[in-house]
């Protein structure tokens, strides 16, 4: 069965450093997804990507947040310059926008130092 | 903004039904999901029901919802160990095929042995 992948599984960082996260969403997925949830809080949305542009991103997502499709395969998440409040889990999503569903990666875990 | 609530844990022996419930406050929402992750791993989309349908039964697992009351319901036929996890609620108004999902904070059921 296909499935969304993301890498690394945990990162660390120090504050201030860049970090990019990579998913690969599902082959035939059009529609992309950023997620994030900070321990014991809720998976909160922080932007969607659908053909090659930003199509909504919620006030989480500022100018330190970027996403990229460098190619066919990967969908990435930068992170310019982390702060210690950046620390969470991140979910790449990818739906084929036809029917209502998302399918969610496993996820990276971020810690910013 | 939406919001989506949910009690924070659930324990069940093993053999029992389990029952999962969720508020929501978007009159609009259009879909309703139930996503279930395991320790250490992701998102697992369980079930969804669109919002004009008042139940779906797939397999151990029913939904109810009561569209008036703004109330999602979760239930797991003869609880298994395996099903302990975080249970989370979702909702989206899917006007378009990248709209964000707005989730609950999770559930957290254990099943006793």
């Known amino acids: 069965e296909p499935e969304v992948t993301q890498t690394p599984s945990h990162q660390v960082t120090q504050m201030g450093q860049e970090v990019i996260l990579r998913c690969v969403p599902i082959?035939?997925?059009?529609?992309f997804y950023w997620y994030r949830q900070i321990l014991g809080q809720k998976v909160e949305f922080l932007v969607s990507?659908?053909?090659?542009?930003?199509?909504?991103k919620s006030e989480i997502f500022d100018d330190q947040f970027s996403v990229e499709r460098p190619d066919g395969s990967n969908f990435t998440l930068k992170i310019r310059s982390t702060k210690l409040e950046d620390s969470a889990m991140y979910f790449c999503?990818?739906?084929?926008?036809?029917?209502?569903?998302?399918?969610f990666g496993p996820g990276t875990r971020l810690t910013v130092t | 903004g939406e919001d989506v609530e949910q009690s924070l844990f659930l324990s069940v022996r093993e053999g029992d039904s389990s029952v999962i419930n969720c508020t929501y406050t978007d009159s609009s929402s259009t879909y309703l999901y139930w996503y279930k992750q395991e320790p250490g791993a992701g998102l697992q989309l369980l079930t969804y029901?669109?919002?004009?349908?008042d139940m779906k039964q797939d397999q151990r697992l029913t939904v109810l919802l009561n569209k008036k009351d703004k109330h999602l319901s979760l239930r797991i036929a003869d609880t298994q160990t395996g099903d302990s996890a975080i249970y989370f609620c979702a909702e989206t108004t899917l006007n378009s095929g990248n709209t964000p999902l707005v989730f609950g904070k999770g559930t957290r059921l254990s099943v006793i042995a």
């Open positions: 990507f659908y053909n090659n542009e930003i199509s909504e």
């Open positions: 029901i669109f919002s004009n349908m």
């Open positions: 999503a990818s739906s084929d926008g036809r029917a209502a569903e998302q399918y």
């Open positions: 082959s035939n997925h059009l529609y």
